[in-house]
């Protein structure tokens, strides 16, 4: 019942959205499927992966108009079947509530994610730098690489995935200021959807938290 209502406002809440930033159809449906994607991540249940592989499609789609095409190609080239993946590897580790069960790693796991997001960020705006009207080229590097790393730590069931998205969020909020300011095609839209994620990530954290020491 819970679900359901809170699918419920947030469709409602996703339809105010576009009619308030005149953007009814795309934006909207970019909106529904970012947060449910996110919330139903969240509490561990596996039909996430469905809204996750819409939102990357159609976000890669608005990133593409945009100029951000970094974000775009890995939206619809790394993204989009990785939630494929998630959704096979999340269904064979469910308990008996049908929820994923959530893992834990160690501080070597740690040090070698973070060295490794920032040399990838920097080597992948290097080279989005070098491509014509590409916009914001070491933001958005930064921003796909910490994003992918969440992804799989998501798939893989470790609970950090949501502090590497708490940080993302920080990156992904700084490009849609700029291009919301900029009154870029769809930017406004996207700026809520990552205000919307950065609510429910820091829900993420707890619950995931909880679910971890049950699981323990």
């Known amino acids: 019942m819970k679900n359901k209502l809170i699918t419920l406002i947030v469709i409602i809440f996703s339809v105010l959205c576009g009619i308030l930033t005149r ?73 008996k509530n049908k929820q994923v ?5 160690t501080v070597k796991n740690s040090i ?25 080229a070491f933001l958005d590097a930064t921003s796909n690489v910490i994003n992918l790393c969440g992804i799989i730590l998501m798939n893989l069931r470790f609970k950090e995935c949501w502090l590497v998205w708490l940080f993302n969020n920080t990156v992904d909020l700084g490009i849609w200021v700029i291009n919301a300011i900029n009154k870029t095609p769809n930017s406004m839209m996207m700026l809520l959807v990552s205000i919307g994620y950065l609510l429910i990530n820091v829900y993420g954290i707890i619950k995931w938290n909880k ?3 049950l699981n323990n």
């Not at 592989?53 to 951000?68: D, H, K, P, T």
């Not at 993204?79 to 064979?92: T, V």
């Not at 069960?101 to 790693?105: A, G, L, P, T, Y």
Request: hydrophobic letters at 45%; proline letters at 2%.
């Open 101 to 105: 069960k959530v893992r834990n790693f």
């Open 112 to 136: 070698i994610i973070v060295t490794s997001c920032i040399i990838s960020s920097l080597l992948f705006g290097y080279l989005l730098s070098k491509i014509p009207n590409q916009q914001l």
């Open 23 to 95: 953007d009814y159809y795309l934006g909207t449906l970019i909106l529904v499927c970012g947060l449910l994607n996110s919330y139903y991540a969240s509490i561990g249940k596996i039909y996430n992966y469905i809204f996750g592989a819409l939102y990357s499609i159609l976000s890669g789609y608005v990133c593409f108009r945009n100029g951000l095409y970094g974000i775009a190609l890995l939206s619809l080239l790394v993204y989009f079947p990785s939630q494929i993946q998630g959704f096979i590897s999340w269904n064979k580790n469910k308990d």
């Open 211 to 213: 679910m971890s020491k």
